[in-house]
């Protein structure tokens, strides 16, 4: 999995300060919390969202929270605002479907500032400071960077930049610690595949057939292909996807996007409702028994 990189965000390190500026990243106690929060918050008040800098889990959840949050304020809360600090140049997934949302459905909730880079908060004030601008939230959700679990770190094996694990994508052996696999978040990732729940589902069959494989001295599958898909709710009925399929490619010994899969909905609508809900019980019902 994931660990924080609580450094890059200087007084979030202690843990009261990190109960008072959440992430609400992993869910659990931070997730509650942060819609007490929202709930206990004035109308009138302004909720900031800081986005980090890609790589992180789930590229399009932020912006999920993001609609979410604008559909309260615009049916309990209608004199609250809501300001997304990114620090990445621009939305990270399904861009056109969320910016419609918050032009359309939640105008005047939702004010995204891209290019927003986060050196520190002051958690007294609940103020995010930025290179070239401090932003002050009745509410303030911090999501901080992102990197390898820490035994993995530990172990030596976060050999892309410190962060994140190699592997080979055959087996998803770490390149640097034999015999051991690493799945999902954790790994540096080929180009184009998500940090995603379904990707590490995924991931995981390869890795274990692979396992098996080894362990009794048959032949490794040497052309996985894997798919993704990704429902995001922009509202609490409208919901959309994208979805792509990854193979194996032996000249780069990576997984690359197969060209025209995959896709993305024009617009969130009701149908997917169904789809969605389907997904999640079939994924918890492949992983969880």
């Keep these: 999995g994931l660990d924080f990189i609580w450094d890059a965000v200087p007084s979030l390190i202690s843990p009261a300060a990190q109960e008072k500026v959440l992430h609400a990243w992993k869910a659990g106690p931070q997730t509650v919390a942060l819609r007490r929060q929202v709930e206990a918050m004035p109308d009138g008040g302004v909720f900031v969202m800081h986005v980090p800098m890609a790589p992180y889990r789930c590229p399009p ?46 105008k005047g909730y939702v004010e995204y500032r891209p290019n927003s880079t986060l050196v520190d908060v002051d958690v007294a004030t609940l103020t995010a400071k930025l290179d070239f601008d401090d932003v002050k939230a009745d509410v303030l959700n911090v999501i901080p960077p992102q990197h390898g679990g820490a035994i993995a770190r530990q172990l030596g094996m976060a050999n892309a930049n410190g962060r994140f694990c190699q592997v080979d994508f055959l087996t998803y052996e770490s390149t640097a610690q034999r015999n051991i696999h690493i799945l999902g978040d954790a790994i540096q990732t080929a180009s184009l595949m998500p940090r995603s729940g379904h990707m590490a589902n995924q991931q995981g069959k390869v890795c274990a057939a692979a396992v098996v494989a080894l362990l009794t001295g048959g032949a490794v599958n040497a052309a996985p292909v894997i798919a993704n898909t990704c429902y995001s709710y922009l509202s609490d009925r409208e919901v959309a996807h994208i979805a792509s399929v990854h193979r194996y490619d032996p000249a780069t010994k990576t997984m690359s996007v197969v060209v025209g899969s995959g896709g993305l909905s024009p617009a969130a609508n009701l149908e997917e409702t169904v789809y969605a809900e389907a997904w999640a019980k079939n994924i918890w019902a492949d992983m969880l028994g």
């Design 61 to 106: 959840g932020p912006y999920e929270r993001a609609c979410q949050v604008a559909l309260y304020f615009a049916t309990q809360k209608k004199r609250s605002k809501l300001i997304i600090l990114d620090a990445n140049e621009d939305v990270q997934a399904k861009k056109d479907l969320f910016i419609a949302a918050w032009n359309g459905r939640y």
